[in-house]
């Protein structure tokens, strides 16, 4: 772990220049659903290489047929939720974690985006209403690529209180919406450059 944290200071401060905003609005203790927009496959390092925090990430299960590669994000806290289909153990999974009060990470868009998306999958709509854990949004931009610069910022947490025993399909999509919505909000340069890395 500290390796990996390590390279990826290396990386980022070098190879692709990662500017992070707002990394003290992760709550220090207590369940947290981190929902940020998918750009590119680095997004779950670039996240996490300025958080004291492990997050456990929700990744595609296709991720974890490359050994290697399902080694390092294994060690990163991720694990695999099989898409298209009620991936029941990873449904389970994720609440168990949110009850341990770890912090997991999902994109809620359940698929890489370059571009504004607000199509969400329910499932971040869901595990914060069951949970009750806090919504951390993060907004990942810029040029990432080699010698790009990138930008990734968190925004303030904030809880979606449950005010009924269930809720319609449609419900719970609004609700993911609305998340995409705080996250893509996020994405502009501070004015305090004050907290510049």
Known sequence: MWFLRFLANIIFRVFIRVKVYGEENMPESGP?????????????????WKIKRK????????LF???LLAKIITSLGAYPVKRGI???SAVKKTLELLEEDK???IFPQGTRSKEKNLKA????????LESQACVLPVAIWGNIKLFG???VRFGEPYKIEKTKDSYAKDEYMQIASDILTNIYDLMSVPSNESKKQ
């Not at 947290?32 to 996490?48: E, P, Q, Y």
């Not at 997050?55 to 296709?62: F, Q, R």
Request: aromatic residues 12%.
């Open 32 to 48: 947290v659903i981190l929902a940020s927009n998918h750009v590119t496959m680095l997004d779950m390092f670039m996240i996490g």
């Open 55 to 62: 997050v456990h990430w929700m990744a595609k299960a296709e």
């Open 65 to 67: 047929k490359n050994k």
């Open 86 to 88: 009620r991936d029941q």
């Open 103 to 105: 912090v997991i990470g």
């Open 121 to 128: 999958k329910y499932g971040v709509a869901r595990f914060a």
């Open 149 to 151: 610069k990138a930008y």
